[in-house]
T-cell receptor, first 114, second 112 residues
């Protein structure tokens, strides 16, 4: 159990365009979704936390208007990087969580903005 | 199906003793492995890694062992300290590192 699907796994986009990353919990309902990003040689950094049906809570330094998070259902959350710039190039990982469940992670999305 | 498994959800160890956290994987294409540590209310932090060309990597009190034939890796913490109490995740990737597969974590408690 606890299967998570995140896609795309890799995306290259032009500067100024938007990219949407999807994260699905396939066999459980995630009440909470965490979104992380990881820059090279650094640890995972929490970007935001969202609960189903409510607005996401963003960590300090993360622009909420740039990184749009939608957690409309208990099995799907999306992260949209709007007006992407080269400095947004990173590795993005979702982590759906259900109460009393172990931690689960998506397989990650490598975003390259050119 | 889970490609990376941590079958022990929790582990308790006395301070000063060795902590051994285990991780199994199913995909023989995995060639790079990492361990993360996570404190409550914080994101996971990178701890130590190992590539498949090695069977051991050591960093201070932390040593990771890789047994490719058994598709098994373990993290040894010696000596264990109360500050090591956290959730530990192993993660694996295939060549290129574009996708990482995480285990579900083992909660380590080091008892003073």
């Amino acid at each position: 159990g606890a299967v998570v699907s995140q896609h795309p796994s890799r995306v290259i986009c032009k500067s100024g365009t938007s990219v949407k990353i999807e994260c699905r919990s396939l066999d459980f309902q995630a009440t909470t979704m965490f979104w992380y990003r990881q820059f090279p040689k650094q640890s995972l950094m929490l970007m935001a936390t969202s609960n189903e049906g409510s607005k996401a809570t963003y960590e300090q330094g993360v622009e909420k208007d740039k990184f749009l998070i939608n957690h409309a259902s208990l099995t799907l959350s999306t992260l949209t990087v709007t007006s992407a710039h080269p400095e947004d190039s990173s590795f993005y990982i979702c982590s759906p969580r259900k109460d009393n469940y172990g931690y689960t992670f998506g397989s990650g999305t490598r975003l390259t903005v050119v | 199906d889970q490609q990376v498994k941590q079958n022990s959800p929790s582990l308790s160890v006395q301070e000063g003793r060795i902590s051994i956290l285990n991780c199994d994987y199913t995909n023989s294409m995995f060639d790079y492995f990492l361990w993360y540590k996570k404190y409550p209310a914080e994101g996971p932090t990178f701890l130590i890694s190992i590539s498949s060309i090695k069977d051991k990597n050591e960093d201070g009190r932390f040593t990771v062992f890789l047994n490719k034939s058994a598709k098994h890796l373990s993290l040894h913490i010696v000596p264990s300290q109360p500050g090591d109490s956290a959730v530990y995740f192993c993660a694996a990737s295939a060549s290129g590192g574009n996708q990482f597969y995480f285990g579900t974590g083992t909660s380590l408690t080091v008892i003073p």
